[in-house]
């Protein structure tokens, strides 16, 4: 089943936060060690991404709950999952088993919950910048090259594949330059392997792009400053199949850009909110009826073509959202004006 076939017949869900689920065990630094890594010379505890390896049946668990609750596409566990994000605890060389490792884990929650799904290989945003210097004395230095990002995530890329990914998601972009060098790695790494049978194709019938970036602040731009416009014009040359926005504001205040993003794009409009804004302690208290009632809104209004949650979200969040979106006709793909 093709998931450009479905998107024509309803509204398709996404599943909700890894990391919240994760805290839910309470797990100790043995319990992210594991027996492999539990001599290793630095702490991992939260290394979620290591618990693909270290603690494959938590993640499957995790993605099972969310297909249970009516997710149609599940995100792999790779957030940080590149050699770039790996070197915090020393782990460059796992990267690329990371990927295939939470593929497989995606895989086998699909497997067991006997239902039709897509794998959403997660391409995070790095914890370097190409747009903006670390050093306030000193703007015009950056942490990390354009070729050092492309060979990160073309390495992501190369293990998110091989392990049978059927979408790449680059997403929570606040530095679309980092987001360029994710799309160049992947155009890159499909053209190199034009000719080996063993990779699909990328576009329709392959393998699909899907981009979602974050709007930070009440400003409606992105950390980089970019308007949601000028996000949306600098990636679209990667034909994907949606462009959206997840992460750092709750469903209300993501709203108006919504709205906005809807009406600029040529391509389906995905949306994956927070539960609500942090309160105090840096946790989410927003009600699952809640957010499926904002995403029952924006569906009603013609905004969205696939929605789900991030930070703070649940299984419960996301049941809501599912049973709310149902009956709902997706958004028509506007055509758009070409002015020479």
């Not at 992210?32 to 001599?39: A, L, P, S």
Request: net charge negative; proline share 4%; hydrophobic share 40%.
């Amino acid at each position: 089943m093709s998931i450009r076939d479905e998107l024509q017949k309803r509204i398709l869900i996404i599943d909700g936060a890894m990391g919240t689920m994760i805290q839910r065990y309470k797990l100790t630094e043995a319990d992210y060690r594991g027996e492999r890594f539990k001599d290793w010379h630095t702490d991992v505890k939260g290394n979620n991404d290591l618990l693909s390896i270290t603690q494959p049946q938590i993640i499957t668990a995790i993605h099972k709950q969310y297909l249970d609750a009516g997710a149609d596409i599940i995100e792999t566990n790779t957030f940080s999952a590149t050699s770039i994000a790996m070197a915090d605890y020393d782990m460059q060389a796992l990267a690329y088993e990371l990927n295939v490792a939470s593929v497989q884990c995606a895989r086998e929650a699909i497997k067991q919950s006997g239902k039709t799904a897509w794998v959403a290989g997660a391409i995070g945003p790095l914890n370097k910048t190409l747009s903006i210097s670390p050093d306030v004395n000193n703007p015009g230095f950056r942490g990390v090259t354009f070729d050092e990002v492309v060979a990160a995530y073309y390495e992501q890329i190369s293990g998110l594949i091989t392990a049978g990914a059927d979408i790449l998601l680059i997403e929570t972009i606040f530095d679309t330059l980092n987001a360029k060098g994710a799309i160049f790695a992947i155009k890159k790494y499909f053209r190199d392997n034009a000719n080996n049978p063993a990779v699909p194709k990328l576009g329709p019938g392959g393998v699909e792009i899907m981009i979602s970036g974050t709007i930070t602040d009440a400003s409606g731009r992105t950390l980089s400053g970019q308007t949601l416009e000028a996000f949306y014009t600098s990636v679209s040359h990667a034909n994907p199949l949606s462009v959206g926005l997840n992460c750092a504001l709750g469903a209300k205040e993501m709203r108006p850009y919504i709205a906005e993003l809807s009406q600029l794009a040529g391509c389906y409009v995905s949306a994956y909110p927070n539960a609500g804004l942090p309160n105090a302690m840096g946790e989410y208290d927003e009600d699952p009826a809640d957010t499926g009632h904002f995403l029952e809104d924006w569906a009603s209004e013609g905004f969205v073509n696939i929605v789900g949650g991030c930070c703070g979200t649940t299984p419960d969040h996301i049941k809501h959202i599912a049973d709310k979106v149902k009956t709902i006709v997706p958004r028509q793909i506007p055509v758009l004006e070409t002015v020479l």
